[in-house]
């Protein structure tokens, strides 16, 4: 039996130090094999996958790529190398621990190609609809070394200390406004997108997703409307708050903005509308937003928010001047900001 390594543990592959982030053990019928997380110093994370053939141990390393195409023929070429399917099946996720996102027995649609030479793989994973590609290689055991020494991984739990600072600054930022302006104006401007996705009885939740390289998280929602109609429905339910709308290059998703949140609308490739909502910091660059899969291993996929949508900014103009409107006929008051 293979033995498991620890959260936290340093595992040396090609004389380059990481250390165990997470794992998820995956189970197929009686087969059962291990996918670690691994981190370097410099960042650099890793996927050790540790299986047993034949009462050997054997390792294969990959990372992710987003620049190969989604193949579902049993033959295709990626940088001039011819890649063959070896495998695929189903499995289901046994159990796991530390920086992943999945859930137990979650399940996966896995497919496994290698090259002529034998020297890389390349692997597809669908998880509901959404595909994460990587590619990787075999390793001998004297690629690897394993040792005893175990290094503490940081937690997304913040500190008791950061937690008081973070109650003390939100009471802040609720009471400011108050003092400051009407509280009809308050009350509009606090609505924000998650709020109203979560209330709103056309979206409901499906999972969460974690920005790897942040530990930032998003909820995605799906829902029956359309494209039009769920970005249409969340500024109305949001006007004020709500400062751009954005279409995606090379994809017909649309991004929303506020102050302090990113929500991409788009549909999956059957045909499902889905909301991904997060805080702005989820978002790791100034220029591009980020939409991840559903689930396990962060994979990102980007997409250039610069271009504004002259359609839905112009909706939103009246959607926003309409809740002004109603404030001030209901005897509520009006400020201005960023």
Same mark, same amino acid.
């Given at each position: ?22 794992? &998820?053990? @995956?189970?197929?019928? #009686? ?7 691994? *981190? ?7 996927? +050790? ?37 070896? /495998? ?17 027995? /979650? ?13 890389? +793989?390349? #692997? ?8 994460? *590609?990587?590619? =990787?290689?075999? +390793?001998?055991?004297?690629? &690897? ?5 175990? *290094?503490?991984? *940081? ?22 406004? &108050?003092?400051?302006?009407?509280? =009809?104006?308050?009350?509009?401007? %606090?609505?924000? &997108? ?42 109305? =339910? ?19 903005? !506020? ?37 396990? %291993?962060? @994979?990102?996929? !980007?997409?250039?928010?610069?271009? !504004?949508?002259?359609?839905?900014? #112009?909706? +939103? ?22």
């Amino acid at each position: 039996m293979v033995e498991k390594f620890k959260n936290g543990q340093v595992i040396k592959i090609k004389n380059e130090a990481y250390v165990v982030i997470g794992m &998820i053990e @995956f189970q197929e019928d #009686s087969w059962v094999w291990q996918e670690y997380k691994l *981190k370097s110093d410099s960042g650099k994370v890793k996927w +050790l996958n540790v299986e047993e053939n034949e009462g050997k141990k054997q390792y294969s390393i990959y990372e992710m790529n987003f620049s190969i195409p989604i193949m579902k023929s049993m033959n295709f070429n990626f940088k001039n190398k011819n890649y063959k399917l070896f /495998e695929k099946g189903t499995a289901r996720v046994k159990t796991y621990f530390g920086n992943v996102d999945v859930d137990k027995n /979650e399940k996966v649609n896995f497919s496994e190609y290698i090259s002529e030479d034998k020297k890389t +793989l390349v #692997s597809f994973e669908d998880w509901s609809g959404e595909i994460e *590609k990587s590619i =990787g290689n075999y +390793l001998d055991e004297t690629d &690897i070394e394993i040792t005893n020494e175990i *290094k503490a991984v *940081k937690t997304t739990s913040p500190k008791k200390s950061e937690s008081i600072i973070v109650v003390v600054f939100s009471m802040l930022f609720i009471v400011l406004p &108050i003092l400051f302006a009407g509280m =009809g104006s308050f009350i509009a401007s %606090r609505k924000t &997108i998650s709020s109203f996705l979560e209330k709103d009885t056309n979206f409901s939740y499906v999972t969460s997703v974690t920005n790897n390289e942040n530990n930032q998280k998003a909820k995605v929602y799906k829902t029956n409307l359309s494209i039009d109609e769920a970005v249409k429905k969340i500024i109305d =339910g949001a006007p004020e708050a709500i400062k751009k709308v954005t279409d995606a290059d090379d994809d017909e998703g649309i991004g929303i903005f !506020t102050n302090a949140e990113y929500a991409y609308v788009y549909q999956s490739e059957d045909n499902v509308t889905y909301v991904q909502v997060s805080k702005k910091k989820y978002v790791t660059s100034g220029t591009r937003a980020y939409r991840s899969r559903f689930h396990t %291993r962060g @994979f990102y996929r !980007t997409y250039t928010t610069n271009s !504004t949508n002259s359609t839905y900014n #112009s909706y +939103l103009s009246s959607a926003r001047q309409q809740s002004i409107n109603s404030r001030k006929s209901s005897g509520g008051g009006t400020s201005s900001g960023k």
